[in-house]
């Protein structure tokens, strides 16, 4: 009998305020993600550039405390960000399994269950967009998660480099780009092409591995 109610108590019913309260954690993630990354733009530096001049100095025109803790933050709360969305996916299974178990409560029908129950998995990140970049004009911010980017999809994705690929073969011309946000699907239309900054886009991609 003690067995019986230990195993009964590992398995907690979800319900749709857990639900809730788990994207509400992952909206604030999102958001401490997005206010490392805006101070590191206005640093002027990104996750990547190095922190020593060409002599192997330390820079002195950025403060390298302040860079390397949001960097760190922001790496420890991308982790946070996939925990999060593997927490959600179980619990939004759990909900599910429970609807159709008693169809009478109809929990179901609401706002934060439906929408990301079928959605594919994200295979990438964006962790910066630049002010006035091609990424920018067409409304990528950080933290949205790539599900389609052109011909590439979660089903064909093997590294970045066969989003490099399409971006290089694809200058000014739009591109159909599918993402995660905020739990909702969202779809723009990017063109790859030349600016005032690097690259084609102006944004940078972390892969994500689930």
Same mark, same amino acid.
């Given at each position: ?17 857990? /639900?809730?309260?788990?994207i509400?954690?992952? *909206? ?15 640093? !002027? ?8 001049? /060409? ?30 969305? /593997? ?12 609807a ?26 964006v ?5 006035g ?5 067409? !409304? ?22 066969? /989003?490099? *690929? ?5 200058? !000014? ?9 905020? !739990? ?27």
């Open positions: 009998m003690k067995m019986t109610e230990e195993n009964n108590a590992a398995e907690p019913r979800v319900t749709e305020e857990d /639900v809730r309260l788990l509400k954690r992952k *909206s604030d993630i999102e958001e401490q993600i997005k206010a490392y990354h805006d101070m590191l733009q206005t640093a !002027g530096i990104g996750m990547d550039a190095p922190l020593v001049d /060409v002599e192997g100095f330390p820079r002195a025109d950025v403060d390298l405390y302040k860079v390397r803790t949001a960097r760190h933050n922001i790496s420890c709360l991308q982790n946070d960000h996939k925990a999060i969305m /593997v927490e959600i996916e179980e619990a939004l299974h759990k909900l599910h399994a429970t159709r178990v008693k169809p009478e409560k109809d929990v179901t029908k609401t706002e934060v269950t439906e929408p990301t129950a079928s959605l594919p998995a994200p295979f990438a990140l962790d910066t967009v630049t002010q970049s091609p990424a920018f004009q067409a !409304g990528l911010r950080v933290g949205d998660e790539i599900i389609e980017f052109g011909s590439v999809n979660t089903l064909n994705f093997r590294n970045l480099r066969d /989003v490099a *690929s399409v971006v290089q073969h694809s200058e !000014g011309k739009s591109l159909r780009v599918g993402l995660l946000r905020s !739990g909702q699907e969202v779809h723009l239309n990017l063109t790859p092409k030349q600016w005032s900054g690097r690259g084609l886009l102006g944004c940078n991609l972390v892969p994500l591995h689930r």
